[in-house]
């Protein structure tokens, strides 16, 4: 459900004019390549290599939960681009030599959720998979290059050249103590492009849900690139601490764009690198004027959880019971690059 409060859709509009959006000074700064280098690794498994400076790329991988069907957005790294001819047919080759570590393997961004159905004594669980505990199935899952259907997951041994790849899955949410009554069908996009990785997730509410808690658009980072985030509105956030503790932003529920950057210098260029996220439909992703959510000046936080991951959370759900008919949708795009001069700040 979009915000019923014209009043902070307005205030979305004027912050947005008024931030800095990182992925637009990333997509500005870093070269924009015609060709982007896709790879099949398994059923419902894949890569994507997008170069922003010479052989350097932002390395991206999709896959399926090990208990449910859903295919996250699973990693991020920055890697070079190896070239080489085939020795039979003189065609080239093309492979990954990856240098470091970026977004947190498997760790959730587009959406986690935890759900119980309304009235009933079930234990809270979360959409999707956490602890082993599969809740997201498949209804239909596409794979898509160059606008083109692929006929299945069938693996490739190298990577091959593309200029788009895209992931469009419908799924269903159930409660693994009540399977036979779907709690909500959950609509995924995630395309891939040289301007980045875009995410839009669409949650329909199918019946009274209990919501213990709920994100949209996290964004989790490894441990040894964390050092500093910085937000559109202008404010930094030490990225090092490893207590389990959290940072509640200054920005409350305000800034569109995050950024991580690694201050020490690396001896892969790590300090050289940035990786962004900007939230788009703020209102809708934030669930702006809209009840049962944390408070403006709690609703993101940085938790500090412990040597390899920091995660910002939006925690956009907090103790609500959603009606049938009811939609959550959060969106967004991440994106690994170059450093601009102007965020050496």
Known sequence: MHPSNPSDQNQAISDAAEQVDFVRLLREHNETPETLYAKVTGDSFAEVLVPFKGNRCAHYSFGKNTNDDFILFRHGAVSELVTASDAATGEPRYAANKLFDVLQQWSNKEYAIC???????????????HNRTGTVFAVSQRLYMDEIEQSGWTADDDFRPVSSLRIEQRMLG??????????AEIDCTTSI?????????????????????????????????????????????????????????LDHDRSLSYAYVH?????????????????RDIASTFRYGQAGRSSADSLIFLEHRNVNIQKLYPKVYDHHTTQPGDVYEASGVYFIGERPAVAQL
């Not at 009933?120 to 669980?125: D, G, L, V």
């Not at 001896?267 to 996220?277: L, Y």
Request: net charge negative.
């Open 263 to 279: 201050e020490p210098e690396g001896a892969h260029g790590e300090h050289e690198t940035m990786i962004a996220m900007t939230v």
């Open 174 to 183: 159930i409660h693994p103590d009540d399977p036979s009554a779907p709690l």
């Open 193 to 249: 492009e040289s301007s980045g990785v875009s995410v839009r997730s669409t949650v329909r509410w199918l019946r009274p849900v209990s919501v213990a808690a709920g994100y949209g658009m996290m964004f989790p980072i490894v441990g040894t690139f964390a050092d500093k985030l910085m937000t559109g509105l202008g404010h930094r956030y030490d990225a090092t601490a490893t207590d389990g503790s959290r940072t509640y932003l």
């Open 115 to 129: 759900v119980s159905p309304a009235g009933s004594e079930f234990k809270h669980q979360w959409l999707p998979e």
